[in-house]
């Protein structure tokens, strides 16, 4: 079946600018998280979702970002006046619960000039 | 502070050579260790799970095992196909993942 995907895959954008990231999870998995991946710091946990309501924000990293999901399916990832040091790919894993395996997105590269 | 640090960073291997990548963990609840492989430019691949010290799982040349306090993915006989990163990461209160640094293995034919 299909698994989750990303978009747009690459970004790249001006400072200062807002941009917003797109993931659509696996099929009735309830349980959608972010994360972020930068060259020498790994992957970082940003949100977690549990349908529409994010009882896990503590990943991110300003008030400058913000995730929303509708309809318990799609979420996206907004980060306004983006800065130079957010610059990194852009993770989304989706779960049946957050018991399960998390499946991940193949990313979206955000790079901001 | 619940951390996960995995070793080597890197490792080069000739084919055949076998070979086991660590992932050493401190926390205060362990509820699933995961390990994951990730190719150049692509998401990480999910491998394997363990949830309780002394359990085992394998997959083609792969096998995980783990104990209180550290995790072993074990590569038998490696081909230049396994090159890749792999990442080792538990799971936290949420479910939220908490990733190592990666281990970046390279087989060389």
């Known amino acids: 079946g299909a698994g989750v995907s990303q978009s747009p895959s690459n970004k790249v954008t001006e400072k200062g600018k807002d941009v917003e990231l797109r993931c659509d999870p696996i099929?009735?998995?309830?349980?959608l998280y972010w994360y972020r991946q930068s060259l020498g710091q790994g992957l970082e946990f940003l949100i977690y979702f549990q349908g529409n309501s994010a009882p896990d924000k503590s990943g991110l990293p300003s008030d400058r970002f913000s995730a929303e999901r509708t309809g318990g399916s799609v979420s996206t990832l907004t980060i306004q006046r983006t800065q130079q040091e957010d610059s990194a790919v852009y993770l989304c894993?989706?779960?049946?619960?957050?018991?399960?395996?998390?499946?991940f997105g193949p990313g979206t590269r955000l790079t901001v000039l | 502070e619940d951390q996960v640090t995995q070793s080597p960073e890197a490792l080069r291997l000739q084919e055949g050579e076998s070979s086991s990548l660590n992932c050493s963990y401190t926390?205060?609840?362990?509820?699933?260790l995961f390990w994951y492989r990730q190719d150049p430019g692509k998401g990480p691949e999910f491998l394997f799970t363990l949830y309780s010290a002394g359990e085992e799982k394998e997959k083609e040349r792969l096998k995980a095992t783990l104990t209180k306090k550290e995790s072993f993915l074990h590569i038998t006989a490696p081909k230049p196909e396994d090159s890749a990163t792999y990442l080792c990461a538990f799971s936290g209160n949420t479910g939220k993942l908490i990733f190592g640094q990666g281990t970046t293995l390279q087989v060389k034919p």
């Open positions: 099929s009735g998995h309830t349980a």
């Open positions: 894993a989706s779960s049946l619960d957050n018991t399960d395996t998390q499946y």
């Open positions: 926390v205060s609840g362990l509820r699933g």
